[in-house]
């Protein structure tokens, strides 16, 4: 069962440059989904897509559709998706700096009923007891791991069925990205939502998705099981940075190349 | 002689509380939308004589006429969204500066168009004997004026703390796109912009029309939200109330001043444009305001 599936995505900005040719992939229901590529992949517009952030720059679906829970939701403005239950936690964190965490909390639950904010708050203090300890501090004073909390804290306020998490580890400390990937897969099974997970660390990523797409220019190169990834030749080399022997070197990185090719072609 | 700076001092706080009013229109359109309003004085007048056509023209009592002109602004600050800004989302800062100068022509010729351009009076809603405050005489309207000013800029500092629709609208200000991450409408947060500065500005128009009464010169008020708004800096609401009174004060005082000592008159109308020369060479951001904000 899936409950986001996007099918030949096109995605152009500003009318010419062409950035998502033919995207297309799921995330199974209440599963977590990785998805993966180098800078400049088109990570980030294929979830602005999904969640109607695109609109507001100069992004257009040219075609193909997204479908969430079977219905297309590529034509809606983003906060109409956002009651749907689908939710983005945007890449930089882009915290509200001059409003305080509880705030900003309350922002999250903006599309929620009123009645649901206190069990909620609870829940996101349970998860992060930092962020109660600093429920009125001003969200800019924070750190950056701090301020990545409360990013999701946001999220889990806003009650999603489905989680679209941009980088989330970015620029955070290996101790802290453990932590904040072991919250999301805790968050995942308590409550079910279903995640999609863009990320450049591929080793934490895969190891909390039950599957993965690895992304390239704009379209899916590869997919599988987390397992079958972290085991592929090629997905060592170019996402994990292991590289078997190193006295080949010049024949690696011609083949290294016709490789990329095949990925394009 | 301490008297005649006392009543100055008085007059200037209460011309000062109108222009905080308009100020904080301003400011809140200038903190949701970035939008530079020019015509937020054209939005005082057009409330002020709507509030007098209801009162003079149409007999209603004044209660109901200033509630019912409260109605209007909300309809107009949609409205005036709607029509004149909404199209313009994502355009060059200039063309929407463009526009609200345009809007401002627009408002000041439909109210001569409706009512000429002479000076109309309020009929006297409340008595005037004076009230002796520490023994100097103020009249009633005066102290009605400064404390309607003060409960609405109490009323709307909580709305902004505690409210929901309050923290998203200062959540957009921040962050457009976040915010609209969060599933906060931002073209409703603009319509909302507009309704309260429209509101605002109103209510002010209706203030300065009962003290002054009104004619069509009564725009100009709006280019003093400038320098209230510069002082205060651009994008806090606490600084359009300070940066009113002050500007309301100074000019009354200074006025004062130049006639008392230098047989001057005259020197209320630029008096607040000096202050603004001054605080753009020390102070640019103002006092309260964002110090790397952008500024116009
Ligand atoms: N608003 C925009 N207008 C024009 N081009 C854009 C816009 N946003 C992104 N792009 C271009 O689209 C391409 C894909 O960008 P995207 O942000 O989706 O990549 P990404 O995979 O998220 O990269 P990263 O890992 O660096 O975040 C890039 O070449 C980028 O320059
Ligand atoms: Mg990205």
């Given amino acids: ?265 | 002689m301490l008297e005649y700076y006392l009543q100055l001092l008085v007059n200037g706080l209460v011309v000062g509380s109108i222009y905080s009013l308009v100020a904080l229109g301003f400011v809140i359109i200038y903190k949701a939308t970035k939008v530079v309003n020019f015509a937020q004085g054209e939005l005082l007048m057009v409330g002020a004589y709507v509030c007098y056509a209801l009162t003079v023209q149409a007999q209603v009592p004044f209660v109901a006429a200033f509630l019912l002109t409260l109605g209007f602004s909300v309809v107009l600050g949609l409205a005036v969204e709607r029509l004149a800004l909404r199209p313009l989302i994502g355009e060059a800062h200039i063309s929407v500066i463009m526009v609200t100068i345009g809007l401002s022509s627009v408002l000041k010729s439909l109210v001569q168009l409706f009512w000429g351009t002479n000076i109309q009076v309020f009929p006297e809603v409340l008595p005037n004997t004076p009230v002796f405050i520490a023994g100097m005489p103020v009249s009633p309207v005066y102290i009605a004026a400064f404390a309607l000013s003060f409960l609405l800029f109490a009323g709307f500092s909580l709305f902004f703390k505690y409210s929901r629709l309050g923290i998203a609208m200062r959540a957009t200000a921040f962050d457009q796109q976040a915010a609209q991450s969060m599933g906060i409408g931002v073209k409703n947060i603009f319509a909302l912009s507009w309704c309260i500065a429209c509101v605002v500005s109103c209510v002010g128009g209706v203030i300065l029309g009962n003290i002054n009464g009104i004619n069509a010169q009564l725009g100009y008020m709006g280019l003093k939200v400038f320098p209230a708004v510069i002082l205060g800096g651009l994008d806090s609401l606490l600084g359009a109330a300070v940066g009113g009174l002050i500007i309301g004060v100074l000019e009354n005082v200074c006025d004062g001043l130049a006639k008392d000592v230098l047989n001057l008159s005259g020197f209320k109308e630029v008096a607040a444009f000096v202050v603004l020369v001054v605080i753009l060479m020390i102070r640019p951001y103002g006092l309260f305001g964002t110090h790397e904000i952008e500024r116009v």
């Fill in chain 1, 1 to 265: 069962m899936e409950l986001l599936r996007v099918e030949n995505l096109e995605v152009v900005y500003n009318d010419v440059v062409l950035v998502l040719k033919g995207l297309s992939l799921s995330a199974a229901k209440g599963r977590i989904t990785a998805l993966l590529g180098a800078n400049g992949a088109g990570k980030t517009t294929t979830l602005k897509a999904v969640s109607g952030l695109l609109h507001g720059e100069d992004g257009e679906v040219t075609d193909g559709c997204v479908l969430y829970d079977g219905a297309p939701i590529h034509r809606l403005p983003p906060e109409r998706i956002v009651r749907a239950g689908v939710f983005q936690v945007m890449e930089g964190r882009r915290v509200f700096e001059d409003l305080d965490v509880e705030e900003n909390l309350r922002c999250g639950a903006f599309t929620r009923p009123r009645s649901s904010f206190a069990p909620n708050l609870e829940k996101v203090y349970a998860y992060f007891p930092r962020l109660k300890e600093r429920r009125k501090q001003l969200a800019g004073y924070m750190s950056g791991g701090e301020q990545q909390m409360l990013a999701i804290g946001r999220a889990i306020m806003a009650e999603p069925r489905l989680l679209l998490l941009d980088e989330p580890s970015l620029g955070l400390a290996p101790l802290l990205v453990e932590e904040i990937f072991d919250i999301i897969r805790r968050f995942n099974q308590s409550e079910g939502v279903t995640v999609l997970l863009v990320e450049q660390n591929a080793r934490a990523a895969l190891s909390v998705a039950e599957h993965g797409y690895i992304m390239e220019n704009g379209r899916v190169v590869m997919e599988g099981p987390s397992k079958d990834l972290l085991n592929n030749p090629d997905v060592q080399e170019f996402y994990l940075g292991l590289s078997q022997g190193g006295e080949k070197k010049n024949y690696r990185s011609v083949k290294h190349y016709r490789r990329r090719k095949r990925w394009l072609g």
